[in-house]
């Protein structure tokens, strides 16, 4: 997706999740992003070859590492995790953004 930040592990010696985690047979991540308040303001769906390391915010544009949450999912070899991100950026100076990620994911491993 064009606002992702970079694709997983792009500057190191893996381009993606499955690269980096040889025993990962599957993995589907849904990804809601949400105010506080409860308005929707955007959705994302990523599989192995697909999930980044950060997803831009829609609303103050911080990147959101979403990715490395997942990781440690994947690092424990776990197979459903839920968790939420919150966004760290500010919409304007002294206004801290309100948009968390709300993720979903199950994953296979050989």
């Not at 831009?56 to 999912?73: F, L, M």
Request: some cysteine; overall charge negative; proline content about 4%.
């Amino acid at each position: 997706m064009s606002d992702d930040f970079e694709p997983f592990f792009s500057s190191g010696e893996a381009d993606s999740v499955s690269d980096e985690y040889p025993d990962l047979q599957s993995l589907d991540v849904e990804v809601q992003l949400s105010k506080i308040a409860g308005e929707d303001v955007g959705y994302r769906r990523y599989d192995e070859t697909e999930m980044p390391s950060h997803i831009q915010c829609p609303e103050c544009g911080a990147n959101v590492s979403v990715g490395w949450t997942i990781a440690d999912y994947i690092d424990e070899k776990e197979t459903d995790f839920e968790d939420t991100v919150s966004c760290h950026g500010e919409i304007f100076e002294g206004k801290s953004c309100v948009v968390y990620f709300e993720i979903d994911g199950t994953a296979s491993y050989v």
